[in-house]
Structure formats: structure tokens, C-alpha cells
């Protein structure tokens, strides 16, 4: 069997493979595993391999340049106008394997082990900012619930218990406690951006 563009459709833990061969003719259609996927690309002779630019991709392409194939990452929005019918996972390896040889066609470079740590500390870091926001706003939803229109900002969620001992509305320990709890959330997340940006 002679594959010149393999097509794989990826998943977390299954892989929908269709290849071609030099006349574009269909010689591979197959459903694997994870761990049978590695073994087939591992014993497969060099030739283009294909899959959309999505999570895990940049993992499986530096496995694939690994055993000498010539790895494509194509975006998902430039595989679309190649799916026909009705969208399956073969139907989206079908598509792939057209999309791949096009000579316009654009592709999005494997990254590096070290490339793709650097994008994910970025990401983490952005998740603990976006955590911290939203923990900011359910504090200031709760103060509202009870009428107190707390000022935004950082300096004065840092102070935030010394601006409620200075109200003139009493609130019952079950809330301070709960305000307590989101507070040290708050305070938690400040160290997690800190530890990041140094």
C-alpha cells in the first residue's frame, strides 16, 4: 500500500486516517487508537501527512517529522470547503487529504516543545487574570445584593475589609465568611499572575 497524503481526522483518543495514493486514488481508510496511530505512522515510508491545526496537533506533527513525513497543519476554517456530504470524522480525513497538496494552500508551522511551553504559560496566565476578574465581579455582585456599591480596582479589593468596617451596613458572618473565602481566592490568584510574570 503506497500513501502519498495521508489525511487524519484528530481526536483525544481515536484517529480517522484516509489516504491516497500518486493517482488520488482512496488506498487507506482506517479508525485507530492512539497507540496503534503511533505504530502506523512509526512503520509508515515517508510521505505527507495531514491534519487540522487543533489541540494535540503540534504534538503529533513533531512525531511525525520525527520518522521523516512531511507534516501540513492546516486551519479548520481552510479544511471546511473541502468536507462533502454530511460531516463525519472520514468525510473531515477525506477533506483533509484534498485541502493538503493544494499549492495555495496555508499552513500553520509546528511548533517546538519549547515554542508550544512558552504559548501554554502564556494561556495559564490569562486563565488565572480572567479567574481573578470574574472573582472581582462576584464580589462586587454580592456587596451590591446588600446595597453597597464597592469601588473597582484592584487597590480596593486589597482593601476590601477595611472599607466594609467603614459602612453602615452591617452584614451576618455567614457573608463576611463567604466574602473571607473569595477574598483569599482573590489573594491566591494575585500570587499564581505574579509567579507567572516573574
Not at 509508515?44 to 487543533?54: K, Q, R, V
Not at 507534516?71 to 479548520?76: D, G, H
Not at 500553520?108 to 516543545?113: C, E, N, R, Y
Not at 452591617?170 to 481566592?185: K, R, S, T, Y
Request: glycine letters at 6%; proline letters at 5%.
Amino acid at each position: 500500500m503506497y500513501i502519498k497524503v495521508l489525511g487524519i481526522d484528530l481526536d483525544k483518543s481515536s484517529f480517522h486516517l484516509m489516504g491516497r495514493d500518486a493517482q488520488d486514488q482512496q488506498v487507506c481508510k482506517k479508525k485507530l487508537s492512539r497507540q496503534k496511530l503511533i505504530t502506523f505512522i512509526a512503520q509508515l515510508p515517508p510521505c505527507l501527512i495531514a491534519f487540522e491545526a487543533c489541540g494535540g496537533a503540534h504534538w503529533l506533527g513533531r512525531f511525525c517529522l520525527d520518522y521523516g513525513h512531511d507534516v501540513r497543519l492546516i486551519p479548520p476554517q481552510y479544511v471546511k470547503p473541502f468536507v462533502k456530504g454530511n460531516k463525519n470524522d472520514f468525510i473531515d480525513a477525506l477533506a483533509i487529504t484534498e485541502a493538503a497538496p493544494r499549492p495555495d494552500m496555508r499552513f500553520v508551522a509546528v511548533k517546538s516543545i519549547e515554542s508550544q511551553s512558552q504559548l501554554i504559560v502564556h494561556r495559564v496566565r490569562e486563565g488565572f487574570v480572567a479567574d481573578r476578574t470574574a472573582c472581582m465581579s462576584r464580589i462586587g455582585a454580592l456587596l451590591l445584593e446588600f446595597g453597597l456599591s464597592f469601588p473597582r480596582g484592584h487597590s480596593a479589593m486589597k482593601r476590601l475589609f477595611s472599607w466594609l468596617s467603614m459602612q453602615k451596613v452591617a452584614l451576618c458572618p455567614a457573608i463576611i465568611g463567604e466574602l473571607q473565602v473569595m477574598h483569599d481566592h482573590y489573594g491566591y490568584l494575585n500570587e499564581k499572575i505574579a509567579a507567572q510574570d516573574a
